[in-house]
T-cell receptor, first 115, second 111 residues
Framework: KAGVTQTPRYLIKTRGQQVTLSCSPI?????VSWYQQTPGQGLQFLFE???????NKGNFPGRFSGRQFSNSRSEMNVSTLELGDSALYLCASRPPGQGTNTEAFFGQGTRLTVV | AQSVTQLGSHVSVSEGALVLLRCNYS??????LFWYVQYPNQGLQLLLKYTTGATLVKGINGFEAEFKKSETSFHLTKPSAHMSDAAEYFCAVSRASKIIFGSGTRLSIRP
């Protein structure tokens, strides 16, 4: 079974631009979460989608948004990029039928650099 | 609120020595705990998980962790370190639909 796939692996953007990151979960997984990883703040939860609905949201500004499609694939968008948005963005999916406390399976991440 | 604290941002051991990475949790209810490993420029890989039941949990690559409610700890151990174990390790707890991570411990292995 294929794992969580994130595209692209690397991105370089300019301040003020916007960016869209993509995530394909493990087949059959309907829960998709996004995390931001930086050296200073560590791993921080952005949001979680389940069956196309945002189920939980972290403490990030409205510039960070996401969506999930009917096939469970998810996209994350960051508008008006700032230098501080440079980070590794990780997507994770969770198996169904076991509540919300199951383990998450992570993708390789998208390394975003804002210049 | 549920959270985890990892003691020691960097641990260095000799190849073949015992690996001990410390994690304490705070929770008012039985927690769901995990250890993840991250190699350079990679995502997170699940090492092991504790949900309910047996307090000694065995994971991949020879790692194991013991859930101790009396000490609110979930330390990760491996009897004999290998060079390939060099990575960053994260203790984590599940809260609702999100996972809360510790700050991470970087494990270095000396030849």
């Amino acid at each position: 079974k294929a794992g969580v796939t994130q595209t692209p692996r690397y991105l370089i953007k300019t301040r003020g631009q916007q960016v869209t990151l993509s995530c394909s979960p493990i087949s059959g997984h309907r829960s998709v979460s996004w995390y931001q990883q930086t050296p200073g703040q560590g791993l921080q939860f952005l949001f979680e989608y389940f069956s196309e609905t945002q189920r939980n949201k972290g403490n990030f500004p409205g510039r960070f948004s996401g969506r999930q499609f009917s096939n469970s694939r998810s996209e994350m968008n960051v508008s008006t990029l700032e230098l501080g948005d440079s980070a590794l963005y990780l997507c994770a999916s969770r198996p169904p039928g076991q509540g919300t406390n199951t383990e998450a399976f992570f993708g390789q991440g998208t390394r975003l650099t804002v210049v | 609120a549920q959270s985890v604290t990892q003691l020691g941002s960097h641990v260095s051991v000799s190849e073949g020595a015992l690996v001990l990475l410390r994690c304490n949790y705070s929770s008012s209810v039985p927690p769901y705990l995990f250890w993840y490993v991250q190699y350079p420029n990679q995502g997170l890989q699940l090492l092991l998980k504790y949900t309910t039941g047996a307090t000694l949990v065995k994971g991949i690559n020879g790692f194991e962790a013991e859930f101790k409610k009396s000490e609110t700890s979930f330390h990760l151990t491996k009897p004999s370190a290998h060079m390939s174990d060099a990575a960053e390790y994260f203790c984590a707890v599940s809260r609702a639909s999100k996972i809360i991570f510790g700050s991470g411990t970087r494990l270095s292995i000396r030849p």
